[in-house]
T-cell receptor, first 113, second 111 residues
Framework: DGGITQSPKYLFRKEGQNVTLSCEQN?????MYWYRQDPGQGLRLIYY???????QKGDIAEGYSVSREKKESFPLTVTSAQKNPTAFYLC????????????FGPGTRLTVT | GQNIDQPTEMTATEGAIVQINCTYQ??????LFWYQQHAGEAPTFLSY????GLEEKGRFSSFLSRSKGYSYLLLKELQMKDSASYLC????????????FGGGTRLMVKP
């Protein structure tokens, strides 16, 4: 059945290492998004992509990078330049850019020590 | 930019009614969303308002007043499973229709 998958559910890394979070969707959606969620701060947009091979920075893109080589996939790399990488990361998709409804994946909780 | 305010926490009793408020300030309002998020899980869509008034969906209703920059989510006949965070999100037409989320309201339903 259709949906968005993120893996892994929990991820642990040492400070100074880059780490890539996976996001795959089989909903045939054009647009995909990455959000970061910290306690009490809601969701903040990191990057979004409205079409394959194109992506735009969100509000907090520094220290992150993305690629969109395939419609189904939108991986997020958390680089060592990100000052406070420990957070809950949510991937979402929608039929077109910021359209009516975004569907969210189950999230990846990243802990960096 | 945008500013979205919601209460941090609320408590209500099973079977009762609860109203979760959201106020916002934005120059290019183009719709308001409510999402439900259980702890450690993905947010799920509840409702969408772009015009003034009340939208009803079963036990959940959402109201919007654009002139007041105000919305509320009304939950009736509360059930224990309604214990979750409720996120208000505003779409800004002046910012490519990007969504800005409030901090969320954590609702605890007690027996």
């Amino acid at each position: 059945d259709g949906g968005i998958t993120q893996s892994p559910k929990y991820l642990f890394r040492k400070e100074g290492q880059n780490v890539t979070l996976s996001c795959e969707q089989n909903l045939n959606h054009d647009a995909m998004y990455w959000y970061r969620q910290d306690p009490g701060q809601g969701l903040r947009l990191i990057y979004y992509s409205q079409i394959v091979n194109d992506f735009q920075k969100g509000d907090i893109a520094e220290g992150y990078s993305v690629s969109r080589e395939k419609k189904e996939s939108f991986p997020l790399t958390v680089t060592s330049a990100q000052k406070n990488p420990t957070a809950f990361y949510l991937c979402a998709s929608s039929t077109s850019g910021f359209s009516y409804e975004q569907y969210f994946g189950p999230g990846t909780r990243l802990t960096v020590t | 930019g945008q500013n979205i305010d919601q209460p941090t926490e609320m408590t209500a009793t099973e079977g009762a009614i609860v109203q979760i408020n959201c106020t916002y300030q934005t120059s290019g309002f183009n719709g308001l969303f409510w999402y439900q998020q259980h702890a450690g899980e993905a947010p799920t869509f509840l409702s969408y308002n772009v015009l003034d008034g009340l939208e009803e969906k079963g036990r959940f209703s959402s109201f919007l007043s654009r002139s007041k920059g105000y919305s509320y989510l009304l939950l009736k006949e509360l059930q224990m499973k309604d214990s979750a965070s409720y996120l208000c999100a505003v779409r800004d037409g002046n910012a490519g229709n990007m969504l800005t989320f409030g901090g969320g309201t954590r609702l605890m339903v007690k027996p």
